[in-house]
Structures are given as C-alpha cells and as structure tokens.
C-alpha cells in the first residue's frame, strides 16, 4: 500500500516541507537544527529521484484528486513521464544541495539571520517545485507555482541587511507576480474554451487557432519570464548572486527547468498540436537569448553573476531545442521534432547538473575565500584540490566538450538543426542554419568564458590575502560536488541509455517513438540513421582517458626509476627582470579584452581610468585604478522607459490624491455608484 | 553498426592512426623547406623535425615554481585529442570504423577540448605572456570555431550525412560539378585552418619572444617531452587541416578498399595533393605580411560570413 508511487510523491514532499517545520521546531539549536533539515530534504530528493526512475524506466503514473482547493474544483495531481522527468532533475540537485548546505550553512550560525527562516523557504521552494510538475488543475499549479516564487523571494532577500540584496529581491517578486499574472491569463484563455481549470479539460478543448496563439504568446511571456529568456531576464543576474550559494544552485539549477516544464506543458500537451510560427518564435527568441547571454557572461568579474548570465544563455540553447521541435511538427516532420525535443529535455538535465555544480563550487570558494569577485582569486587549484577538480569538470560539462555532457545535448541540437533541408519553407530553411550559427558562435564564446573563469581563479598565483589562505571545504560539500560531476561525466559518456530512457517522455507527449536513435546499442547514438550521423561518447572518452592514463604511466614509470623525482622548478620566464608578482597577472578584465573589441556595440560599456601621479616626478604614475562596468542593454532600451512612463503617469494619477477626507468620500461614493450602475 | 566492431577494420584503422602521428612533422617540414628556398636561405635536411623531437623528449623536464598538476596533464591532454582527431579524418582508406565513433561536429569538439587545455595550460603559471596567449587563443577560436562548423554544416547538408567517411564517399559519388556552395565552403575552411593552425598572417610559428604571439606564448613555459608533445599535436592539426581540404574538397584518389593496389594509388595522390597544398601555403605565407592583432577578427568575420554565404547558397540555389 505504501509502496505506491502516489505515496512516495506524498513522502517527497510531506519530507521537504517538514525539513522547514523542523528546523523551525529546533530553534536554537544550529547544530541540530542543520542536520535534521538538510537530513529530510535529501530524503526528499532521494524519493524523487526514485520516483522519477520509477516514471521513467516502469510504470508509475497516477492520477488523483486531494479534497483542497475550491469547493467545486479538487486539487488535481498527475504524474506522467513528463513530471517524473523535472521531479528527477529537482531530486538530483536537491540532493547535492542537502550534502552541500550543512557544511555551507555553518557560517550562518554567528551571523545576524535566522537558520530556522533559511531551511524553512528553502523547504517550502522545493515543495512549491515539486507540486508544480505534477499539478493537474490550473488552481493548484498556480498555487504552487506561487508558493516557489515566494519562497524564493524570502531566499533572495535572506540577506536583507543590504540594500542591494533588498531591491534585487523585489525586483525579482515584481519580475515573478507579472510572470505569474501573465500565465493566469494564459490558463484563462484556455479555460474560456475548456469550461473548467482542469488539465483534463484544457487537453480535450478544441481552441481557435487564433486564441490559442494568444494563450501560446502570454505563457511564452510568463513562463520566459521565469526561464529568463531575453529581455525579460534582469532579474536573474540580479537575484542569483545575492542569494546564499545553494539556494542560487537550486534557483539557476530547477527553478529555470521548472519554467521550462511549464512550456513544455503548455506547447505540447495543453494546446493540442502547435503551429510552426510558434517554433520560429522559439527559435529567434532562444537564439537571442543564447547570444546575449554568453556576451555579457563575458563581461562580468564576480563568479555568481557571471554564472547567472550563463544559465541565460544556456535557456536560449533549450529554447533553440524546443523551437526546432515545434517547427519540425508544424511542418509534418514528427520524427525530428522528437529529436529536438529530447536535446531541449537532455540540455536540461546537463544544465541542471553543471550549473549547480557550478554554484556549488562558487559557494565552496565564498566560504573558504570570501570572495566573489575574479579579479582577487587566483592559484586556488592549489589550495583547494578537489573543489578546482569538480569546478573543471562543471567548467568543461558547461563549454560542451567532449565526452562531458553539454557536449551531448548541443550535438543533438546541431543534428536536429542539420535537418532543416527537409523542410518545404525556404524561409525556415534559411533562419534554421542561421539560427545554428548562432548556437555554434555561443558554444565558442562560453568556451572562452570558461577559460577565462578557470584561469583567473584556479590557476596562476593568488591576487589576495584571504585567497591565498584559502582551506579544501569539508568532506561532505565535496561529495557534493562530486556526485554532481560523476554525474555530469556518466550522462556524458552514456548518452544511448539516457536518450532511451527520454524517449518515454517524447513518447507519452507527441505518441511518437523514436527509435532510430538508439537501435544499434548502447555504443553508439544514431540520431537519425547510423549513416547520417553517429557518436559514440564512451568510445571518446575511452581516447580521452587513454591519453590521461599514458600520462599517469609515464609518471609513475619515471618515478619507479627515479627520473622524475624530484622534478626540478625553477621560476617562471620573468624576461629578465626579476621575480613575477601576482598582480603582473593577466586579469579577467584583460582576458575578455579582445572579445570586448570585436563584439563592442553588445553591451553599454562605463570604463572609468584613473591615473594618480607622482608630484615629484610627473611622469611616474603612482596609482592607477580602472573600472569597466557593462550595462544591460535591456536596462536602457526597455526598462528605463517603463519607468520613466511609470513614473510619469503615476505623477498625474497623483493630483487626484488631494490629502482632503471629503475627496475621497466621494471619489468612494462615485465608485459604488458606477459598480452598482455595472451591475444592474 | 556491427560491421563497424569486426577486428580488421579497427586494426586498419590504427595503422592510419600510426601513419597520421608519423607523417605530420614530415609535412611541416616540407612547408619549412619551400619557404627556406623561397627565402634564399638552405633549408635545413627534410627530417630536422624528428630529430627535434628526438631530442626533445630525451631532455630533462624544468618546472616553473607555480606550475600546477593541470600544467603537467595539458601535453598529454592536447596531443591525445589531436591524435583522437586525427584517427577520426579519412587518409588514406574512406571506410574506417573510427569515422562512426566521431564525426564531423565532435571532430571540432576534440579541437576545442585540446585547445580548451592548451589555454589553461597557458594561463596555470601565471606569466603575463601565458594569459596573453589564452586570451588571443580563445577570440581567434571563438570566431573560427564557429566558422568550421559553418563550413561542415554545409558540407553536410550537400551530403546528407556528418560523417567525414560518408561525405567523402558522396563527393566521389555525386557528378563533378562546380557548386557555389561548395567553393565558398572551401575558402572558408582554408582561411579557418590558417588560423587554426597559427600560421601567417594570424600568427607565426617560427617566432618565439614576439608580442603578437599566440601558440607559442601559450607554450612558452613547456620543456622536455611536454613540450615535444606540444609541438608534436601542433604539427598534426596542421596535417589534419592540409588533409581535411584536400580531402573533402579535392577527394579523387583515396581508396575505397583495402586493397594494396588502391591503398598505393590513394598514397601517392594524397601525396600529390598534399605537396601541392604546402607549397601554396609556403608561398602565401612568404608572400603576405603578418596581420595586426585586431585585424584578425576581420579576417575570420570574412571566413564566418564565406561559410555562411556557402551554406545559404546551398539551402536557397541547390537543395532540391
């Protein structure tokens, strides 16, 4: 009886909420108060994970009706393979999150905020999430929906004693409540035709072509909002940096895939059969997204923010799947649309992986270093070991390089892509290969980004005191980070086996099997016919490992007939004059350089010189400071208008405001009066 | 994919692997020698690269003080994803298993994976002229990275298939004719393979203490066998490039079979085209002048946008 996956959903999220209630029944005790909450919440992850398995690879789903909500309308859930899916994304991250909070969480207990305030929104986010995915009714989803935003509003503002985490924590509710009245109007239009709030109901209405574009483009709006698609995502390099770093590998790491569920269920099983215009949406706006991203992860020097840029980016490349999904099946290509949609599902996985292991390690770095800002790290790979060994492999996973993961999923976007010849429109012929262009320049550009990041902070020489000091985290934060790079490393190299296990969610959502891509066994991935294109990762990375171990062997070998031991050192080439200095380093300012060049028009630079010079001696120059600050173009072409209209308006509403009772009384009695006169 | 698992074919296979690791210094030296004659210096024997590396790797290793375990594993990193590269291109024989382990796309991975190390390798002790080197490696690949898929992309689309073994086999098959497309593709790969490959105008492989240096800045700090390695994997993207134009543009001669007779045949054109090819290379590079720094992104912009134009001109004018 138990041992239903009903149950075991009711346990995952019965244990995440009552990770909050007990920490909060454990005040005052920090200790205690850590392990219990962090204890429950991995049990909720563990059983997600298990059910998510269960959906995926048995035969789990249910349908089921709870006794809340409103009178005539049951709370519904549903699971299918779809919500087994993103409930097994957000059981993996959850997981690494609840070995890594404990040690991460330890520096909280002298601080001037509440332990038990941060695992019970923390509790209450993963609860909201995991309803969210198996809401069947308009009313509930929103309600979980809801409950995630607004516990991760508290998350964000946790740190309130500053004013920035203050205004990037409002920012983000503001962001949120329109996405989220966005995606009621959305479900409105759906239930005009439906009669009713169920999903039931929605899947079985007929809409008019013409309402359900318009429902398309509200959840578009409302669930990109959430995503982050450009412009809409100033909230999330704003929001992601200030919350603590586990949150933020919670928020960047499942949020972002939670509003990615939405879309995927709204396109694909609420609307019925999508229309290829919608693709082309999908993929101009998942192309910009993409690009945008990228080129301002480029221009950021603190470690979190530029990871937040990177989840933009790395949407747009969902975005790109999902839109060469819809397109293939407007046009009568099923088949491929299957393959885009798998790459848009796998990208999710990898990015859900390699982002939070990305934050985690960030989070490792805050803890041990103090420090966010790239400009003063340095050397770190040899103070911190194993952090800088996870951090490489979320590093290369996130630059998609073979045999990692992101590898997979942006290959498969590349094969979907590479069918665009099939189509009969030459206009979808020509912006689908443009579209790949783009995908490939933002590949590259991440690459360097990540260079960049990994260069600055791991390698080198230490730039500050605190960095220099910096210890290995605890044991448990690095198992953390560990499970989530074995894991980037298995979907890497095991592409077949997760492509397979895939396709029962493209199989329950479009009733079309796919086949071809995994026929000739586990070795190879045969996208759409062995002779067109095929990848064999564990064979690559049996290349890349034999390159490794040749080099182990030839160490160990020299070692044996002590050749290499002790290997000599001597400093670095210094040109002849004198010792090398930290500060002699080339910066990340300095790194991005010539990208800043060619791509210049991208971003609104504020570069700021300033030169100090010796009075004694004016052509030495005593201090010199440069700043260069990259300002979101979205700012200034779109919200500074909003604003200012905003604002504008708001002034002339203001004259009406008289500060006079008998004003208000009557604009009070002419009120009532014009709903009575509505009324009857 | 079963006949991809029978021993022979993956036996052949290696050999072409083995073949590949020991032709590529042989051709950079035969680019070396043309530009000696051109430059009316005597060219040095044909075998000086060997002996190079002979001698290199029997050198004592000399580590820099803030060399980290990153900096000793990125030799071995780099030369074997060019050598995993290099097994995946067809040379000699069309048909080889290995084409179906990796085809065009991950071809470009493994490239970026191997430069991916170089750069951190560049930047792990912490010199200004490393970081210098990375950073210009990463915004050349960053621009040319893009244009090489662009290129394969529209060779793809010609032939229906990623696979470098089937794409080959499709030109051969296909009816010569001169398609816009396909010659577009070709200036393009041949500009990207000038930059990837480090070689004038982007860059000058024979210089060492320059401030427009990139590959070399990049490896100033190696010595010993690490730094034969690097050399070593630098002279095999430099084949792997030469053959991949060759190859795929230019196709006639390689063997369909293995049988001595065509494996013979296909030798002696791919020699053909590949004495050809460093001879222009040798006489362009002798020919043009070094590009400023921050001209390159223009260059590779131009390569972008040919790639682009070529494979635009295959979905609008060709594709049926």
């Known amino acids: 009886m138990l041992l239903t996956s009903e149950w075991l959903t009711v346990a995952a999220i019965a244990s995440s909420i009552g990770s909050g209630v007990a920490a909060l029944a454990a005040a005052g005790h920090p200790r205690l108060q850590r392990r219990l909450s962090f204890a429950l919440l991995g049990i909720s992850a563990l059983v997600s994970i298990v059910v998510a398995l269960w959906a995926l690879l048995g035969d789990a789903g249910f349908e089921t009706s709870l006794p809340f909500g409103l009178p005539w309308l049951h709370w519904q859930f549903r699971l299918d393979p779809l919500a087994g899916f993103f409930l097994g994304v957000i059981g993996l991250v959850t997981l690494a999150v609840s070995l890594f909070g404990p040690g991460y969480t330890r520096d909280y207990d002298r601080g001037p905020y509440s332990l038990g305030v941060l695992a019970l929104f923390t509790g209450l986010f993963v609860a909201g999430m995991q309803l969210v995915v198996i809401a069947d009714d308009a009313f509930a989803f929103l309600i979980a929906w ?8 508290f998350l964000v503002a946790y740190e309130h004693q ?14 949120a409540q329109i996405g989220a009245m966005l995606i009621l109007l959305c479900f409105g239009v759906l239930a005009a035709f439906a009669g009713e709030f169920s999903f039931t109901a929605f899947r079985d209405a007929s809409i008019d072509p013409a309402w359900a574009s318009i429902a398309f483009g509200l959840g578009l709006a409302g669930f990109g909002m959430k995503a982050g698609i450009v412009p809409l995502h100033v909230w999330l390099p704003e929001a992601h940096p200030v919350a603590p770093s586990h949150i933020s590998a919670l928020m960047s790491g499942v949020m972002l895939k939670v509003a990615i569920y939405g879309l995927i269920r709204l396109l694909f099983d609420l609307l019925g059969s999508p229309i290829w215009q919608w693709g082309l949406v999908l993929l101009i706006v998942g192309s910009v997204t993409a690009l945008y991203g990228v080129l301002y992860a480029l221009m950021q020097h603190d470690l979190k923010r530029l990871l ?34 798998i790459a848009a599902l796998y990208h999710t996985l990898n990015h859900a992986l390699f982002k939070s292991l990305l934050f985690l390690g960030a989070g490792a770095i805050l803890q041990r270093g103090h420090e966010r800002n790239l400009e003063r790290m340095g050397g770190l790979l040899h103070r911190m070991p194993w952090t800088g060994l996870f951090f490489l492999i979320g590093c290369i996973s996130i630059s998609a390089l073979p045999p990692f993961n992101g590898f997979v999923s942006e290959w498969l976007t590349f094969q979907t892509a590479l069918q665009a010849a099939a189509l009969d429109s030459g206009v979808l012929r020509v912006v689908i290969p443009v579209a790949a262009a783009m995908l490939a320049l933002t590949g590259a550009l991440a690459a360097a980004c990540f260079v960049k990041v990994y260069g600055i902070a791991f390698l080198g020489q230490a730039r500050s005191r605190q960095i220099r000091r910096a210890r290995e985290v605890r044991t448990p934060m690095l198992a953390a980070q560990g499970l989530l790079a074995g894991l980037c490393l298995l979907f890497g190299v095991l592409p077949t086996t997760t492509v397979q296990a895939l396709a029962r969610v493209t199989d329950s959502l479009l009733d079309q099997p796919l086949a071809s891509a995994t026929r000739h066994g586990w070795l190879w991935l045969t996208p759409v016919a062995p002779e067109t294109a095929s990848y064999s990762a564990p064979l690559v990375a049996l290349g890349v490992l034999l390159a490794i171990g040749v080099w182990a062997a030839v160490w160990l070998g020299l070692r044996r007939r002590r050749v290499v031991d002790p290997v000599p050192r001597q400093g670095a080439w210094d040109c002849g004059f004198g010792p090398l200095s930290p500060r002699m380093q080339y910066t990340a300012t300095a790194f991005a350089m010539p990208i800043r060049k060619v791509f210049q028009p991208a971003w609104r630079l504020h570069e700021n010189t300033e030169r100090e010079m010796d009075p004694l001696l004016p052509t030495r120059p005593l201090r ?24 504008k308006l708001a002034r002339r509403v203001a004259r009406i405001q008289t500060g006079n009772l008998r004003h208000y009384l009557a604009y009070s009695f002419l009120t009532l009066v014009l709903l009575l006169w509505l009324i009857t | 994919m079963a006949d991809y698992l029978s021993p022979l074919a993956w036996l052949l296979a290696l050999t072409q692997t083995l073949l590949w690791v020991a032709a590529a210094p042989l051709f950079a030296s035969w680019i070396r020698r043309i530009k000696c004659r051109l430059q009316n210096r005597r060219p040095p024997p044909l075998l000086q690269p060997y002996r190079d590396l002979r001698r290199l790797f029997g050198k004592e290793i000399v580590l820099a003080d803030t060399a980290s375990t990153l900096f000793r594993l990125a030799p071995y990193v780099v030369f074997g994803t060019t050598v995993l590269a290099a097994s995946v291109v067809p040379l000699l024989l069309v048909q080889i298993p290995m084409a179906a382990m990796a085809d065009a796309i991950v071809l470009v991975g493994l490239f970026a994976l191997g430069r991916f190390f170089l750069a951190l390798a560049g930047m792990d002790v912490g010199t200004s002229f490393g970081g210098m080197g990375a950073s210009r490696e990463m915004t050349v690949a960053a621009l040319a990275e893009p244009a090489m898929l662009m290129v394969i992309f529209t060779l793809a689309m010609v032939a229906n298939s990623t696979n470098l073994s089937t794409i080959i086999e499709q030109m051969l098959i296909q009816p010569f004719a001169l398609r816009p497309s396909l010659l577009f593709a070709l200036l393009a790969l041949m500009m990207v393979g000038i930059a990837e490959t480090g070689r004038i105008p982007i860059d000058n492989p024979a210089t060492h203490l320059e401030l427009t240096m990139i590959h070399e800045a990049m490896i100033l700090e190696y010595s010993g066998r690490q730094l034969a390695l690097m050399e070593w994997a630098a002279q095999l993207k430099l084949l792997i490039y030469a053959v991949l134009v060759s ?39 002798s020919s043009v002048a070094k590009m400023r720094l921050f001209r390159v992104p223009t260059f590779l912009a131009v390569a972008f946008t040919l790639a682009l134009i070529g494979m635009l001109s295959f979905v609008i004018l060709e594709a049926t």
């Open chain 2, 247 to 285: 190859n795929l543009f230019f196709p006639w001669g390689i063997a369909m079979t293995a049988t001595p007779t065509s494996v013979a045949v296909a030798a002696a054109a791919l020699t053909f085209k590949l004495v050809s090819l460093g001879t222009m290379l040798a006489v362009a590079e």
């Open chain 1, 146 to 153: 809801e409950t995630m935003s607004v516990a991760s509003y």
């Open chain 1, 162 to 175: 500053q004013s920035a985490n203050r205004r990037a924590a409002f920012l983000y509710l503001l962001m």
């Open chain 1, 308 to 341: 937040a840029y990177h989840s933009v980016e790395n949407i747009g490349i969902i975005f790109i799947g999902l839109g060469l999904c819809v397109i293939f099946i407007g046009t009568g290509h099923p088949k491929l649309g299957v393959l885009g949609l």
């Open chain 1, 624 to 647: 010199l400071t440069h700043r260069i600050h990259a300002e979101d173009i979205a700012w200034c072409w779109l919200y500074a208008p909003i604003e200012r209209l905003v604002f």
